[in-house]
């Protein structure tokens, strides 16, 4: 009889998401020979906020084939457990890595994905004269507009992606024949453009 495996996979911002999800899926499958789980915190690739963990399945041939799958699948922000009822039949080393791996690359093409964008929100001044042009700069470069005021110069609140800001800058000089500020903040309460969707769990 061979062993079953079942893989559960769900967004995770931080590292208290991703072991809250970890401890979640191992008391829904207590039963289980082994509940495994890997973590990426952070950006696609990134190793500064990981771990791992093969929950008594023989060193390495678990939670690290898990992580490589993830640091390689251009995701980040990503939780994987994979759970093994045991059947009886012994797969070696070369086996378990395979049937840890393989099941997070399955669930994971599966996966709706989302892009995360780091936002800025910023604050532009221009005459009157340049409105038309900063208008048609906010679509181009992907900046939201939150608000407009019209004193003795025009003034926007806009917000938009940190990448874009320099650019913007530029391109607001040119437009305006250097007749224009901005000024930029990080914005901590909004990071994605797209809604990320709710947790799901791939199996």
């Not at 559960?8 to 008391?27: C, I, K, L, Q």
């Not at 910023?122 to 900063?134: C, E, H, I, K, Q």
Request: aromatic content about 6%; hydrophobic content about 40%; proline content about 5%.
């Amino acid at each position: 009889m061979r062993s079953r495996f079942i893989t559960s996979v769900a967004p995770a911002s931080t590292v208290d998401e991703a072991t809250a999800f970890v401890r979640e899926v191992s008391a829904e499958f207590a039963g289980a020979t082994h509940n495994c789980w890997a973590y990426l915190v952070g950006p696609p690739a990134s190793t500064a906020c990981i771990g791992m963990s093969d929950d008594g399945e023989p060193h390495g041939t678990a939670g690290r084939p898990m992580l490589h799958v993830l640091l390689h699948a251009g995701i980040g922000d990503v939780v994987a457990v994979v759970t093994r009822y045991y059947g009886g039949q012994k797969l070696g080393t070369g086996g378990l890595a395979r049937a840890y791996s393989g099941g997070v690359q399955a669930a994971l093409a599966t996966l709706p994905l989302t892009e995360r964008v780091d936002l800025v929100t910023g604050r532009l001044v221009v005459d009157y004269a340049n409105v038309s042009a900063v208008q048609q700069l906010l679509g181009l470069l992907e900046a939201e507009l939150i608000r407009q005021d019209y004193l003795e110069q025009v003034s926007f609140e806009i917000r938009l992606p940190r990448s874009r800001v320099e650019e913007m800058r530029q391109r607001l000089l040119d437009a305006t024949r250097g007749q224009s500020t901005l000024e930029t903040e990080p914005d901590d309460n909004v990071k994605e453009r797209v809604r990320q969707p709710s947790p799901e769990r791939e199996r």
